[in-house]
């Protein structure tokens, strides 16, 4: 796996996205409605780095589940695929609702063409997108100043590190535990938590346009691991997610678990039996640990 650091893209963000035909008869996008479920999945690209270690290059991955309420398991094949081969480059096949940036990097080879495409094809909810990269220079990826303000304390914070233990089988009916080790510096020091501003405890309604009919049903904010929600744990925590898998986990803590004494233990319960890897990554708040797998069975 690569090493995730904060970074930012030069001059342009690198965002490629390509689409199938709309379906006849489709309804017409409307940024006014939030979708529940029945939406597709849209791959994103999020541009390239050189590796200093090797001369080899990475480009960067995340999505966007349209959907509010529905996570989508997608195995990898005709509808989770890179081309070209190999079509498993490391992606995800359980998809999260709603926006999940930078989720992983694809390595390829030092003699990979300025020019030369990868893409990214997801079929989700009958409909067909794609991500197209290539290295175009404006969207090199400049990891010397991704994450870090100019502030003595932030320049010289380092990420943690991170191993993580779980058993390797479980049964359906019990729960999986989670550890995970981390060490940190210390940086940077935990912020004092700000309470909800006043006439923000709740987030506004969807309200009808002049030209509908119906007012648009409004779908509860949804749950978004690895960012939690307002009023979360501050400072060095770590957040678990399915990365690969049949069906979602239900995860305790839901959001983060705290690092207390160089250690953060949480729980999994499965929803149906198969083979599922767990995704584990620390963050002292500012920067984050490689990722870590854990590959587990879950039998009936």
């Excluded at 409605?33 to 390239?48: A, D, L, M, N, T």
Aim: charged fraction near 20%; charge should be positive; proline fraction near 8%.
């Amino acid at each position: 796996m690569f090493k995730h650091v904060p970074w930012v893209v030069v001059a342009g963000a690198a965002i490629l996205v390509l689409s199938a035909p709309r379906r006849a008869g489709a309804q017409a996008d409307n940024v006014n409605f939030r979708f529940s479920s029945g939406q597709p999945v849209q791959p994103i690209y999020e541009g390239w780095q050189r590796n200093p270690d090797d001369g080899t290059i990475s480009m960067y991955f995340g999505y966007i589940n349209r959907n509010y309420a529905q996570d989508l398991p997608i195995p990898i094949g005709s509808a989770n695929s890179f081309t070209p081969g190999p079509t498993d480059r490391g992606q995800p096949t359980f998809f999260y609702s709603r926006i999940r940036r930078q989720v992983f990097g694809v390595k390829l080879p030092t003699n990979w063409g300025r020019t030369q495409e990868l893409t990214w094809t997801v079929t989700a909810n009958g409909t067909t997108l794609k991500a197209v990269g290539w290295m175009q220079p404006e969207w090199e990826i400049d990891a010397v100043f991704g994450g870090q303000t100019q502030n003595d304390e932030r320049r010289a914070n380092k990420a943690p590190t991170l191993a993580v233990e779980a058993p390797t089988t479980l049964s359906l009916s019990n729960r999986l535990t989670l550890s995970a080790a981390v060490t940190d510096d210390g940086l940077p020091r935990p912020w004092a938590k700000r309470g909800v501003v006043v006439g923000q405890e709740s987030p506004p309604a969807l309200q009808a346009l002049p030209d509908q009919a119906e007012i648009p049903v409004n779908v509860p904010d949804a749950f978004d691991p690895g960012r939690g929600r307002r009023g979360d744990i501050q400072g060095l925590r770590v957040t678990w997610i399915v990365w690969r898998g049949p069906a979602g986990a239900t995860f305790d803590p839901e959001a983060t678990s705290e690092v207390k004494a160089g250690r953060a233990v949480g729980t999994a319960t499965f929803r149906q039996p198969g083979t599922y890897v767990l995704r584990a990554q620390a963050t002292d708040g500012a920067l984050f640990s490689d990722r870590k797998d854990v590959t587990v069975s879950v039998t009936q």
